[in-house]
C-alpha cells in the first residue's frame, strides 16, 4: 500500500544537544574531522551504517541515547568545543578580510555570485557527476576557509547522477534512486512571515520563469550552507508545474537536447532570479561579480541584461549599453578542449524558447542569436554555441591549466580571427583540490606534529614540515594507508560480486584480493574515450607479467562511470571488468563500481601511484593527479593538464606521447608500450629498492619532493585566491567603473559602436625605420616611424603597435614583442605619425611589423572588438 503523503519527521533533541542539529546543517563537517568524530561518538555503528551522513545518523538515533548523551559531560563538553569552533570559523576575519584591510585601494567584490550545473560537496549530497562538480563543490570550500563571499548557484536534481552496478557480464547498469530533499543537509528559502516580517517564516520562496508551451515555470530554491557559503539549488518538483516542468530537475546530464536547453534557462536566467530573492530576504549583499563554470550557465548573461533594459527600480538602459554593464563583471572559465564537450542547440529550438513570449522581454531574440552564432570560419550556422554566448557576454575568460588555455585560444580563435592564437583573450587558472576534503587527516597529522600549522596561510611550511618527519614515519603511514584502502576495495568488491549473482560461498578468494605489501596503482576516471581507460590492457600478457611479477608485482584499483547513452565508455568497462575476473590475477586488479566521493576518500591516500593516460592535450586539467600527490602519490601520467606544467622530473614520472603519429592504433600500442616500460624498469624497481629497515629511502625521497614541490601549487585555496586578484577584483573594478550611474557604460558601448564603423577608415600608409644601417649590431638603437590614416578616429581611440622580434624561415614572428608607437604629429585628413626607438637585443633574423589595434582604458585586451589592421 502506497503512502498518499510523505515527510520526514525531525528528531526531538534534548536542550543540551541542539548544537549537534547545527553541526549537521552546515556542511563543513564534511571536511572537518572533530566534527564528524561527535556525530561517531553519537553511534559509532549508526555512523558506519548512515554512509557517514549526519542527517540520517540524527533520525535514526533511539530516544534513549539522546538522554545517555545529554547527561554525558565529556561529551556534552565536546559538542560545545566544536561547536564553538564553528562559529569562530563562520564569523572570524580570514584570508579575504585580512588582504582586503591591508590593500584598500583593490576592488575587492563584495559578493560573487558562482553558477554551475553540478556541485559536488560530499557523497550525501549527490549532485554531482565527476570533474566539473567536484571542482565546483572545492572552489566553494575553498572560498569559505579564505573567507571569499561567494555565493554558489546551481539545481537541486530529484535523482542526482546515477548509482552504477554491473552485470554478471560486466556491463554498467545504472539506478537512479529518488532523493528526499527533506532528509539532505539543505533547507528551504522561505519569505518574510507577512504578519509580523521576521524573515524565513512565511511561505517557501518562488520563482517564476516564462515559457513558450504552456504556463510559466516555477521553482523553489533549496539552501545548502557550505561553511561561510550558501548555496542556492533551484528544483521544479512544484505544485502547479505541469509534469513535464517537474522534470526538467530530474536527473543529472539527463534527456535530450531541449530536456537540457529547459535546465540551463533555469540555471542561468532562474539562478539570477534565485539570488535577487536570496538577497532581498536575506539582506546579503547583491554580487558585483558573476562567475559561470563552464557555458551550461551562460543564460545568467541575457537575464542581466533584461533586468537593466526593463528595470522598474531604476534606469532603463539601451541593449548595447546593458551588455557592455554585464559582460564587465563576468567571469566565463571553460573546462573542456573537446568540442564534443560543448553544448550546442539549434538555432530554430532557442529561437522558439526566446521569442517574444520567452522570458528574457526587453532582449530581442536576434541579438540572443547572434551572441551564441558559430558565425565564424568552420562554424554550423544552424547552431546555438553555449560557450560562444560565454565568451562573448564575458570580458574575462580562462581555461583551466597553462595547456588548456593554449588549446582554448585554438579552439577558439576564430571568434577573434584577426588575431594570432596568443593574443585571444583567454587566460588560464590551474585548478585546485581542496586538502581537507581529499587529504587523509593521518597525513595531515603527521605534517602538524612536526611543526606545521593547518590555519596559517603559509602552505609552503606546511608542506615543508615533511623534511623533518622520519622517513620510517612517513613509510609506515602509507602503509597504514594502503591496507586501508585494501579492506575498503575487498569490501566492495563482495558486495559488487554478490550484485553480480554470486554467492557468499563462491567469493572466499576476495579475502586475499590485494596486498597492503604491493606497490599500489590508481585510476579512476569517467569513462570517456579520449582518457582511455583501456590503454593499460594494450598488451595483455605483458600487463599480467608486470602483476605477477615474482619480486616486483603491481596491482591496480580501477573504477571509473560511462555516460548512460555512452555504449562505448560501457564497452570499455566492460574490457576491464572482463579482464579482472580472470582467476590467475583477479587479486591484483579489480574494478569498482560506483565511483563517488565516498570511494575517491580512501582510494587517493591508498595508493602509491596515481595513474593518467589520456590522449594529449585532451585532458584540461585533471585533478584527481593532485588528490594523489597531496596524500604522498607519486604521478605516472602523460604530460597534459596540470602535469604538463607541474612535472618537475623528481615529483613522479611523465609517460611519453607519439605526437603526430596520426594512426590511432598505433599510437596508442606505442604509449602503452612506453607505460609498461616506466613500470617495469623505474617505478617498481624504486618501490621495492629497501634499506636494511625495509624502507625505500630513494622512494620516500620523492614523496617528500612531491609535498613540498606540488603541496602549495595544487591547493584549491591558491586557485580560489588567483580567482579573486587576476579575475573577480578586476572585474568588480571595471564593474564599478561602468555602474556608478552606467555613463561609463554608455560612454563604452557608443565608443565600440563608433570604432567599429570608423574601423574600414584605418590602415598603416607607410613604416620607416632608421638607424639600424645595412650591418645591424647587437644594441643598436632602430627608430621606427609610422604613418597612419586613422578616418574618423582619433589617436585616442588607437595604439599603434611595433611587433617584433625573432623570426623563422617563413618570416614569421616567433615570440615577438610589442612596443607601443608614440603620437607625434597629426596631419589633414585624418593622418597621423607615430614614432618608437627599439634597441637589437640579439643577434640572427630580426623581422617586425606595425599594427594598429583598438585602446581604452576599460578594455581587457586589445583583441577584445576582433578589429587589428596591420601595415
Given amino acids: 500500500m502506497r503512502a498518499i503523503r510523505r515527510f520526514t519527521v525531525r528528531p526531538l533533541l534534548p536542550p543540551a544537544l541542539a548544537p549537534i542539529g547545527e553541526l549537521a546543517a552546515n556542511l563543513r563537517w564534511s571536511w572537518h574531522p572533530e566534527t564528524q568524530d561527535v556525530f561517531a561518538a553519537v553511534d559509532p555503528d549508526l555512523w558506519a551504517a ?61 559578493q560573487i555570485a558562482y553558477f554551475s550545473p553540478e556541485f559536488g560537496i560530499t557523497a550525501v549530497l549527490p549532485q554531482y557527476s565527476g570533474g566539473l562538480g567536484i571542482l565546483a563543490g572545492d572552489h566553494l570550500k575553498a572560498a569559505s576557509d579564505l573567507g571569499v563571499p561567494i555565493l554558489g548557484v546551481g539545481l537541486l536534481y ?71 557559503v550558501p548555496l542556492l539549488m533551484l528544483d521544479t518538483d512544484v505544485e502547479g508545474n505541469p509534469d513535464h516542468y517537474v522534470d526538467i530537475t530530474d536527473r543529472l546530464y539527463g534527456g535530450n537536447s531541449e530536456h537540457r536547453l529547459r535546465q540551463e534557462l533555469l540555471l542561468g536566467i532562474g539562478g539570477v532570479r534565485a539570488i535577487r530573492t536570496y538577497c532581498r530576504i536575506t539582506g546579503a549583499p547583491e554580487p558585483e561579480v558573476f562567475h559561470t563554470n563552464e557555458g551550461h550557465a551562460g543564460f545568467l548573461g541575457i537575464e542581466r541584461i533584461r533586468e537593466l533594459t526593463v528595470a522598474e527600480d531604476g534606469p532603463r538602459l539601451d541593449l548595447e549599453t546593458a551588455i557592455e554593464v554585464g559582460r564587465a563583471s563576468t567571469v566565463f572559465t571553460t573546462h573542456t578542449p573537446v568540442p564534443a564537450g560543448i553544448d550546442r542547440f539549434p538555432r530554430t529550438m532557442v529561437e522558439q524558447y526566446f521569442a517574444d513570449a520567452g522570458p528574457t522581454p526587453g532582449v530581442p531574440v536576434e541579438r540572443i542569436l547572434a551572441l551564441g552564432a558559430e558565425d565564424y570560419e568552420g562554424g554550423d550556422p544552424g547552431v546555438f554555441n553555449m560557450a560562444v554566448m560565454g565568451f562573448r557576454l564575458a570580458q574575462r ?19 577573434w580571427p584577426a588575431f594570432d592564437e596568443a593574443e585571444v583573450p583567454i587566460g588560464s587558472i ?5 586538502a581537507p576534503t581529499w587529504v587523509a587527516r593521518e597525513v595531515l597529522a603527521v605534517a602538524a606534529s612536526y611543526g606545521a600549522d593547518p ?85 595483455p600478457e605483458r600487463l599480467k607479467r608486470l602483476l605477477l611479477h615474482p619480486e616486483r608485482p ?36 579489480v574494478f569498482l563500481p560506483n565511483y563517488d566521493i565516498a570511494m575517491a576518500q580512501p582510494l587517493y591516500p591508498g595508493c602509491d601511484v596515481w595513474l593518467n593516460n589520456p590522449l594529449r592535450p585532451y585532458e584540461a586539467c585533471g585533478t584527481s593527479g593532485m588528490k594523489a600527490a597531496l596524500n604522498g602519490g607519486l604521478n605516472l601520467s602523460v604530460l597534459d593538464g596540470w602535469w604538463d606544467e607541474w612535472f618537475d622530473g623528481d615529483n613522479g614520472w611523465a609517460i611519453p606521447t607519439a605526437d603526430g603519429v596520426d594512426d590511432v592504433d598505433h599510437r596508442d600500442d606505442l604509449e602503452a608500450a612506453a607505460l609498461y616500460d616506466l613500470i617495469e624498469h623505474e617505478v617498481a ?35 580560489v585566491s588567483d580567482y579573486v586578484r587576476q579575475l573577480y577584483a578586476p572585474a568588480a573594478t571595471n564593474a564599478r567603473a561602468l555602474n556608478s550611474d552606467y555613463a561609463g557604460a554608455r560612454e563604452l558601448a557608443q565608443w565600440k559602436a563608433r570604432v567599429r564603423a570608423g574601423w574600414s577608415g584605418v590602415r598603416v600608409e607607410h ?105
Wanted: glycine share 10%; proline share 7%.
Fill in 50 to 110: 548512515s554512509g557517514r551522513d549526519p542527517v540520517r545518523l540524527l533520525g535514526e538515533v533511539p530516544a534513549g541515547r539522546w538522554d545517555e548523551l545529554a547527561a554525558d559531560e565529556g561529551f556534552v563538553r565536546r559538542l560545545g568545543e566544536v561547536r564553538a569552533d564553528l562559529e569562530s570559523y563562520l564569523t572570524a576575519p580570514r584570508w579575504y578580510q585580512r588582504a582586503s584591510e591591508r590593500q584598500p585601494d583593490v576592488a575587492w567584490p563584495r
Fill in 158 to 228: 530529484r535523482h542526482g547522477y546515477f548509482k552504477q552496478s554491473l552485470s554478471r557480464e560486466g556491463w554498467q547498469q545504472e539506478t537512479y534512486p529518488v532523493l528526499d530533499p527533506d532528509g539532505l543537509p539543505i533547507s528551504l528559502l522561505h519569505e518574510p512571515d507577512p504578519s509580523t516580517g521576521s524573515g524565513g517564516t512565511g511561505k517557501r520562496a518562488t520563482i517564476s520563469i516564462a515559457m513558450p508551451d504552456g504556463p510559466d515555470l516555477l521553482a523553489r530554491i533549496w539552501v545548502a550552507s557550505v561553511g561561510r
Fill in 397 to 415: 575568460a580562462n581555461g583551466v591549466s597553462q595547456l588548456h588555455g593554449h588549446v582554448s585560444r585554438g579552439m577558439f580563435n576564430g571568434l
Fill in 430 to 434: 590551474t585548478n585546485g583540490v581542496h
Fill in 455 to 539: 590555519e596559517s596561510d603559509d602552505t609552503e611550511g606546511f608542506w615543508a614540515a615533511v623534511d623533518k618527519v622520519p622517513a620510517g614515519e612517513l613509510w609506515g603511514t602509507k602503509r597504514m594507508l594502503r591496507s586501508r584502502l585494501v579492506d575498503e576495495a575487498r569490501r566492495r568488491l563482495a558486495r559488487s560480486w554478490e550484485k553480480r549473482g554470486s554467492a557468499r560461498a563462491e567469493l572466499g578468494w576476495i579475502d586475499s584480493a590485494l596486498d597492503p605489501d604491493v606497490l599500489t596503482i590508481g585510476f579512476a576516471r569517467r569513462a570517456a574515450s579520449y582518457k582511455r581507460l583501456t590503454l593499460m590492457m594494450r598488451d
Fill in 554 to 589: 603491481v596491482q591496480l584499483v580501477i573504477a571509473g562511470k560511462a555516460h548512460p547513452a555512452d555504449d562505448g565508455g560501457k564497452k570499455l568497462i566492460q574490457d576491464i571488468v572482463r579482464l579482472s575476473d580472470d582467476p590467475e590475477i583477479r587479486h591484483r586488479i
Fill in 685 to 719: 624497481p624504486r618501490f621495492y629498492d629497501l634499506d636494511h629497515d625495509g624502507i625505500p629511502v630513494r622512494w620516500v625521497e620523492m614523496l617528500r619532493h612531491t609535498w613540498k614541490s606540488l603541496g602549495p601549487k595544487v591547493l584549491a585555496t591558491r586557485m
Fill in 767 to 871: 613604416v620607416e625605420t632608421h638607424g639600424v644601417g645595412d650591418e645591424p649590431l647587437v644594441g643598436s638603437p632602430m627608430t621606427v616611424r609610422s604613418y597612419v590614416a586613422l578616418g574618423e578616429l582619433s589617436p585616442d581611440d588607437v595604439e599603434v603597435q611595433l611587433v617584433s622580434g625573432r623570426v623563422n624561415a617563413e618570416d614569421v614572428l616567433v615570440d615577438p614583442v610589442t612596443t607601443v608607437l608614440q603620437p607625434t604629429e597629426s596631419y589633414d585628413g585624418g593622418r597621423h605619425r607615430f614614432d618608437a626607438e627599439v634597441g637589437l637585443a640579439r643577434s640572427g633574423p630580426f623581422g617586425y611589423t606595425v599594427r594598429v589595434v583598438p585602446s581604452n582604458p576599460l578594455l581587457v585586451a586589445p583583441a577584445e572588438l576582433g578589429v587589428v589592421t596591420v601595415a
